[in-house]
Nanobody, 126 residues
Framework: QVQLTESGGGLVQPGGSLRLSCAASGRTSVNRGMGWFRQAPAPGAVREFVASISWPGRKTIYTNSAKGRFTISRDNVKNTMYLQMNALTPEDTAVYYC?????????????????WGQGTRVTVSS
């Protein structure tokens, strides 16, 4: 099993930045491709893809709304993944989840991930 723990969420003003972290522990040898997803606080909101990074980190993919503003990265020595978020807008308000899979490549599909964190809340508001 892999345990994932997110941190770095909080309240930020529109236009501001945050860096989320996702620390992996446990059987990290199967912690290969990783991703960030988010779920807005609206009723009926679905969990949506934000970004994904391959093992060991050469390839990244992003949802359109994240391109140019968010950067996903990983430190494999520290078993930690990051999401640097810039130019935040109220539409980025959500609980952000990190996820990992035992396959090296990136994926935007929820069903491709084996392990999930508990989430960290990001609120963008003035």
């Amino acid at each position: 099993q892999v345990q994932l723990t997110e941190s770095g969420g909080g309240l930020v003003q529109p236009g501001g930045s945050l860096r989320l972290s996702c620390a992996a522990s446990g059987r990290t040898s199967v912690n290969r491709g990783m991703g960030w997803f988010r779920q807005a606080p609206a009723p009926g909101a679905v969990r949506e893809f934000v970004a994904s990074i391959s093992w060991p980190g050469r390839k990244t993919i992003y949802t359109n709304s994240a391109k140019g503003r968010f950067t996903i990265s990983r430190d494999n020595v520290k078993n930690t993944m990051y999401l640097q978020m810039n130019a935040l807008t109220p539409e980025d308000t959500a609980v952000y989840y990190c996820a990992s899979r035992s396959i090296d490549v990136t994926s935007s599909l929820i069903e491709d991930y084996n392990f999930w964190g508990q989430g960290t809340r990001v609120t963008v508001s003035s």
